[in-house]
């Protein structure tokens, strides 16, 4: 969220912002070699588009959250430890929601629906956006 944008009412209230992301796969050709496009970049193909609910942290939860110095930077992939991922976990499960599934969310589920480590990083910096 941009300085200048105002954030939803939504998230004023506390009810959340959806967060949206593409699942994808390299196009390749009958050989298994990757496509590429006119660009000469290899050319991705949506599979799918899956929504995420980012509940926006409690005022109570800050210096927790802060404590558990959850990686949001360029060192995300720190998350495949057991400690970080257990860190991670904690604050998915009470403030990420994927609609209709059912299921808690963790690292792990987000791997199996497809979720990229640049997707995971900005979804965790939504979190951090509308909880001002």
């Excluded at 390749?28 to 193909?45: I, M, R």
């Excluded at 404590?67 to 060192?75: L, P």
């Excluded at 609609?99 to 979190?127: C, N, S």
Aim: hydrophobic share 40%; no cysteine; charged share 30%.
């Amino acid at each position: 969220m941009s300085k200048k944008e105002a954030a939803p009412l939504s998230v004023m209230l506390g009810s959340g912002e959806d967060f949206y992301f593409d699942v994808t796969k390299l196009k390749t050709d009958e050989d298994g070699n990757p496509v590429f496009g006119a660009d000469g970049n290899p050319v991705l193909e949506v599979i799918a588009s899956k929504t995420l609910l980012v509940l926006p942290l409690n005022l109570k939860e800050v210096q927790e959250f802060q404590e558990d110095r959850i990686n949001t930077g360029t060192q995300t992939f720190t998350v495949l430890s057991d400690k970080e991922r257990a860190k991670t976990d904690k604050w998915l499960k009470t403030h990420v929601f994927m609609p209709g599934a059912g299921k808690v969310v963790t690292v792990d589920l987000l791997k199996e629906e497809g979720m990229d480590l640049l997707q995971m990083r900005k979804m965790i910096g939504r979190l951090l956006d509308i909880s001002g």
